[in-house]
């Protein structure tokens, strides 16, 4: 567990009463806060204290929410397809998997980690604050799902249950019902609607009889703590030029960002006059 730095009481004070009222606002007294804090700690933080000779290791993942954010994706799919089969038990495999793919995806769950305003509680190094950090939608995300993962942790699949349900599901279920009941909604572009591009490419490939999308790692830049990644999709067995490329400050929102610009080319060129 990352170990904190002397301070005065003063600013030690401050600091809790910072983290009760995120407290109030996830609806959870911690009983480990180190959990908590750990969630809202960017790599980025633990760069800056190894750089300036704090307590610190940069090789030790125990020390940011990474390892967090791995086990709270895990978790939110698996409560997130629970709720989806109990609310929606008429629905297929396949829908379901839409439906699960809009909940999931990062764009809303950074929309989550901003209406929570998760902001004002990361703990960031010098360059993400820089960088706008405490706006950057992509930082929210991954702290979104390291805080399902401490709040599992912390309080059992029950409280983990409850923010999914709350927090994450609640604001997407009126147009998920609605799509599934096919009232006004375009279920092929549910998930692109609510953020997965990705999900809304295959859907449209597969419709086409185009085939699968592909994607790959074309390469990656910058510091450890600020990757940028470039990634192509393109039709898969097919050594033809790409659909499109993109960049993200990881390979998941550069695979959604070349995904959503696949599909704007692809609808373009169904759409212009043929001859």
Known sequence: MARRPEKKPAAENAELAELAELER???????????????????????????????????????????????????????AAESLCRRFPG????????????????????????????????????????????????????????????????????????????????????EMERAVAGAGVDRHQLSGAVGDHKSALQELLQSTGMGRPQYRLLGESGPDHRRTFRVEVRLENDASSALAEAEGSTKKQAQQAAARLAVVKLRAQAEAPHG
């Open 25 to 79: 606002v996830l609806g959870h007294r911690f009983k480990q806060p180190d959990l908590l804090t750990l969630a809202l700690t960017h790599r980025s933080y633990v760069y800056d204290a190894v750089a300036s000779g704090a307590t610190g290791n940069l090789a030790d993942p125990s020390q940011d929410n990474e390892q967090l954010e791995f086990m709270g994706d895990a978790a939110l799919g698996l409560l």
């Open 91 to 174: 629905s297929r495999e396949g829908e379901l998997t839409r439906l699960r793919a809009s909940v999931v995806s990062r764009r809303h769950l950074g929309e989550v980690g901003t209406r929570l305003g998760l902001g004002r509680w990361l703990r960031l190094g010098h360059t993400a604050e820089k960088n706008a950090g405490r706006t950057n939608a992509a930082l929210f995300a991954n702290a979104v799902e390291a805080l399902i993962a401490a709040l599992y942790l912390d309080g059992g699949i029950v409280v983990a249950r409850r923010f999914v349900e709350e927090e994450v599901l609640a604001g997407a279920l009126p």
